[in-house]
């Protein structure tokens, strides 16, 4: 029996905003960040500020900082911190088969919308999946993203210890969602005390056996995933 959550609080445009906001202030930074902060930062004025204030507070941060030092801490914080990982899976599966066999779910969910990534992107990667929510499908991307909370909880709080300037951009994206439950606090718990498994065996399961037929887009095509859709974005 699949799980049952609350609906959410903020109307679909406005989560929109938030989740689009949030996966362009997580992805890697180029050149093409500067003139996506001011759009953000005017898009998230219409947020509530519990919202809206982080994912400002990170726009302000980034445009105070040189591009070379914002992409060397990019890499450090995401790349050489297992605890600041934005892949939603590796919190709970780490490196192993049972990390694979959870990535099938999330492009099974993408190709239940008609929709496919490129091979070298994991369907797991939180920039993809507040895309997918914002653009493609809210009610199945929210899902995704709420059973895999206690990883991203634990995402916010590593990122909130280690005082990076990221932390905000997380803290709006667990605002859109509701409040832990106990289950999901014993799960961070247990995140905190142990951290990702450890044991390297591959994700053969994601790459080898066929999908689901029934999840497959009936028009027997599929499309890349949009672009943001509010003006400026990218």
Known sequence: MSRKYPPPSLS????????????????Y???TLLPRLDTIRAASLALPDGVGGPLRACAASLRETSLTELQQEYVETFDNR????????????????KR?????????????SGFVLADSELPDHLCVVL?????????????????????????????????????????AVTATLPPLRGDERDAV????????????VGLDPYTGP?????????????????????????
Not at 82 to 97: E, I, K, M, P, Q
Not at 132 to 158: K, P
């Open 131 to 171: 895309e997918y929510a914002a653009t493609i499908d809210q009610e199945l991307g929210r899902r995704l993203v709420l059973d895999h909370r206690a990883g991203l909880e634990l995402l916010r709080l590593s990122l909130r210890d280690l005082g990076s300037r990221w932390a905000a951009v997380v803290e």
């Open 82 to 97: 297992r605890r600041c990982n934005l892949f939603l899976t590796y919190f709970a599966h780490g490196d192993t088969r």
């Open 29 to 31: 930074p180029d050149e």
């Open 189 to 200: 718990r247990r995140l905190a005390a142990e951290g990702p498994p450890e044991e390297e």
């Open 12 to 27: 679909p445009s406005k989560l929109a905003v938030a989740w689009q906001s949030a996966s362009l202030l997580l992805g």
């Open 100 to 112: 694979g066999v959870a990535l099938l779910r999330f492009k099974q969910t993408y190709l239940r």
């Open 210 to 234: 066929a999908f689901d037929a029934a999840l497959e887009p009936h028009s027997g095509s599929t499309q890349d995933l949009p672009m943001p859709s509010f003006p400026g974005a990218r």
